[in-house]
């Protein structure tokens, strides 16, 4: 068999040093898978020019933010800190702690603009499995994860795990308010239908359009079909701190620009005022018989991200 150098592979130790630094930066959902498989499916984007020359594998990191909220009208991925800052920061912090460990090797992060298809990689580094919702799922963190990658020089050896697939129960689409898991195919909404899409649309809505947003309930994104699906089902809340912290569930009318860092500020606030004018009265309270802002949260109530947003669902991404 020859010595791990002599076949290639990082050595033991070395794979022992990129596991403690897992567990130092407290990052506990993480897999390898190889970088050449993803190949032919990797996307253009400028950040491509950041890949290592010689890449052999990607380090696939979850960032699980589900937390228990007693009611809230945006979707989860938007009650605290903008993910897009948080997700950044964690994984520049653990490629530098890996590059201080490995300094032989390259380990060069991406989070929001990547080559790497994410969900595609995340089920190729064994960590879970993609649904019918197009969603990436993990056996303990459900589908509230963010991904983020690590590309590498190193020769690190792949996980091989496989997990249960998704259920096909058909929930996702049958509880899908704009039937657009319907009209998307198997995998995957039809983003000209997904109210996560609609939420984040400038301009004036139609009145198809607003009576769809009024369906669904939320004033930004939609969580519906990761609510119903079974596999969210007992899945633990994160523990990192990051998403743990400034929560701010329930927006105001008028309040889209009063807390710092929120995903929604990519677009303006016109955009999300509009919905908070179509979804509720001037004192919060939802207007007729749709779903209140900060409705108790029953699986229809409920909703997802998009547009950037995706983080996890492949199309958005991939
Ligand atoms: S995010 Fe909402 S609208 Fe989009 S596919 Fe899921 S349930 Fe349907
Ligand atoms: S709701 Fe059912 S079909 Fe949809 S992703 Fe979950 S398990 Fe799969």
């Not at 022992?16 to 407290?26: F, L, P, S, Y």
């Not at 009145?207 to 633990?236: F, H, T, Y």
């Not at 008028?254 to 999300?272: D, F, K, M, Q, T």
């Not at 018989?289 to 991939?318: L, V």
């Amino acid at each position: 068999m020859g010595t791990a150098k002599e076949r290639g592979e990082t050595t033991v130790e070395e794979n022992n040093r990129i596991a403690q630094v897992m567990d130092e930066m407290g990052l506990n959902a993480w897999g390898i898978c190889g970088f050449e498989p993803l190949r032919p499916f990797l996307l253009p984007c400028r950040a491509a020019a950041r890949l290592p020359s010689c890449p052999q594998a990607v380090i696939c990191v979850l960032f699980p933010y589900h937390v228990p909220l007693a009611s809230r009208n945006l979707s989860r991925y938007a009650v605290g800190p903008d993910y897009h800052s948080v997700v950044r920061e964690l994984l520049a912090q653990a490629a530098q702690k890996l590059q201080n460990s490995c300094p032989t090797y390259q380990f060069v992060p991406f989070t929001d603009s990547s080559p790497i298809p994410e969900v595609r990689a995340a089920v190729a580094c064994g960590l879970g499995v993609q649904g019918d919702n197009g969603l990436f799922i993990h056996p303990q963190y459900g589908s509230w994860v963010f991904i983020g990658e690590l590309v590498t020089d190193a020769p690190l050896p792949v996980n091989e795990g496989k997990n249960a697939g998704c259920l096909h129960c058909g929930a996702c689409a049958r509880r899908c308010p704009a039937n657009a898991l319907q009209s998307g195919g198997r995998i995957g909404p039809d983003a000209g239908r997904c109210l996560s899409a609609l939420t984040q649309k400038k301009g004036e809505l139609t009145q198809e359009q607003a009576a769809l947003l009024q369906k669904g309930g939320s004033v930004w994104g939609c969580d519906i079909c990761q609510e119903v699906c079974p596999m969210n089902r007992g899945i633990s809340d994160t523990a990192l701190p990051q998403f743990r912290r400034e929560l701010h569930p329930v927006l105001l009318p008028g309040e889209s620009r009063s807390l710092p860092n929120r995903a929604y500020h990519w677009r303006p606030a016109a955009v999300i005022e509009r919905n908070l004018r179509i979804l509720c009265t001037d004192d919060g309270n939802a207007k007729g018989e749709n779903q209140p802002a900060g409705a108790a949260e029953t699986p229809a109530a409920e909703q997802i991200k998009e547009g950037d947003h995706a983080r996890n669902r492949a199309g958005s991404h991939e």
